[in-house]
Nanobody, 123 residues
Framework: QVQLVESGGGLVQAGGSLRLSCIAS????????MAWFRQAPGKEREFVAV????????YYADSVKGRFTISRDNAKNTVYLQMSSLKPEDTAVYYC????????????????WGQGTQVTVSS
């Protein structure tokens, strides 16, 4: 059974940093585009960042560009989200998602999802 397991969330002050990790049991990991989404209370799930499965090219939501960095380690089946200069509006549950031989900014179409990890940024 495929699993995506996120970790690294927590409580941080505004301006601080966190690094999220997502270990995926999809095989082969190198054939999956990987993305991070987030969902704040009462809001729809929104795109954060995505990384291509073969070129490792990346794309970010405007709201996090220049502050967040997505990366992947195919040898460890892991995708990361380094978050810096965090703001209270970054508070949300963060989810990783996997899409075979594809990427995208819409939640629909992703094949697998993790259970999410809570990130809370205090002002």
């Amino acid at each position: 059974q495929v699993q995506l397991v996120e970790s690294g969330g927590g409580l941080v002050q505004a301006g601080g940093s966190l690094r999220l990790s997502c270990i995926a049991s999809v095989r082969p990991f190198s054939s999956y585009g990987m993305a991070w989404f987030r969902q704040a209370p009462g809001k729809e799930r929104e795109f954060v960042a995505v990384i291509n499965w073969s070129t490792s090219s990346t794309y970010y939501a405007d709201s996090v560009k220049g502050r967040f960095t997505i990366s992947r380690d195919n040898a460890k089946n892991t995708v990361y989200l380094q978050m810096s200069s965090l703001k209270p509006e970054d508070t949300a549950v963060y989810y990783c998602a996997a899409k075979r031989y594809n990427t995208g900014t819409s939640p629909g179409g992703y094949d697998y999802w993790g259970q999410g990890t809570q990130v809370t940024v205090s002002s």
